[in-house]
C-alpha cells in the first residue's frame, strides 16, 4: 500500500528521508510501544508521553478519565498529532555540523475519537495490554467493570501519516573525508532485564514463560 502524503504530512526538509507507505509505517508502530501526543489547550501546546498500541488501521492510546488530554477528548474526540521514534544509532561525523542520528519515527494526524461501547472498550484495552506485554491478557484476573468505566480509551485512524527514515553513515563534507577524524555509526539497542519478582508475591510462583522470554520487540 502506498499513500500519498497530505499537505501536512509530507516530509520538506531532507524529503527523500519521506515514507507514507503502510507497510513501513506499521512496521515502526509495531515496534515500538512510547508515542508522544501533541494537543493545542487554551491555545498553547502541551506534548505529553502516553504508551500506545496499533490496531489495524488505527492507533489505541488510554488513560484515566481525569488526565487533562483525555478529558479534553472525552465527548467530541479531539484533534491530535501523535509521534513514535526508534532510534537506531547515533551519527558521528567529521564535523560538529554533520552529527546526526538514525532513525525510524512516524507523526500521526487525525481525531482521537473514545471508544463508548463497553465491549468494544473492553477489547481495546485487551488489544493494549496484550500488545505491550503479549500472553498477559489470559494469564491476569479480569478486568472489573469499575476498572474498565475508569479507563478511557481513544482511537486514532492512520489516514494522515508519515514516516521518517534515516540510515547509514554520516554524511560529511566531501573535503573532510581526508581528514584524520574517526566517523562512523555508534549502534543503540534495547535490552530487556530479567524479571524481578515483587517482594509481596504470596505464592512461590516460577516466572511464567511469556514473561521469562519477553521480548516484545525485533530490536
Ligand atoms: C531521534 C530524532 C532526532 C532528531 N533530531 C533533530 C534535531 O536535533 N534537529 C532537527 O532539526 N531535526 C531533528 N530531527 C528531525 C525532525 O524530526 C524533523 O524531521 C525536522 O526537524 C524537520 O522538521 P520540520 O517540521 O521543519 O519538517 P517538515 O519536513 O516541514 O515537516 C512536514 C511534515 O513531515 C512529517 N515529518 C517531519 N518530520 C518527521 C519525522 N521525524 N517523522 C515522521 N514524519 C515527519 C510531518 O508530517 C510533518 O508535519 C530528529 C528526528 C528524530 C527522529
Known sequence: ??????????????????????????AILDEGYLCHVGIVQDGS???IPMLYARDGDSILIHGSPASRMLRTAKFEGLEICLTVTLI???????????????????????????????????A??????????????????????KEAKGTLVLRLPLDEAS????????????E?????????????????????????????LTVPDHLANFARTSR
Open 88 to 122: 537506531d544509532g547515533f551519527v558521528i561525523a567529521r564535523s560538529a555540523f554533520h552529527h546526526s542520528m538514525n532513525y525510524r519515527s512516524v507523526v500521526v494526524f487525525g481525531q482521537a475519537i473514545p471508544i463508548t461501547d463497553e465491549a468494544d472498550r473492553q
Open 1 to 26: 500500500m502506498t499513500a500519498a502524503p497530505s499537505a501536512r504530512t509530507e516530509v520538506k526538509r531532507v524529503p527523500e528521508r519521506g515514507v507514507y507507505d503502510r507497510v513501513t509505517i506499521d
Open 163 to 174: 514516516a521518517k527514515v534515516r540510515i547509514g553513515p554520516p554524511k560529511d563534507e566531501p
Open 124 to 145: 481495546a484495552l485487551d488489544k493494549l495490554v496484550d500488545t505491550l506485554v503479549p500472553g498477559q491478557v489470559p494469564y491476569v484476573r479480569e478486568t472489573t467493570e
Open 45 to 47: 501546546p502541551v506534548v
Open 176 to 204: 573532510d573525508y581526508d581528514l584524520p577524524i574517526w566517523a562512523g555509526v555508534i549502534p543503540i539497542k534495547e535490552t530487556y532485564g530479567s524479571p524481578i519478582a515483587d517482594p509481596d508475591l504470596t505464592h512461590d
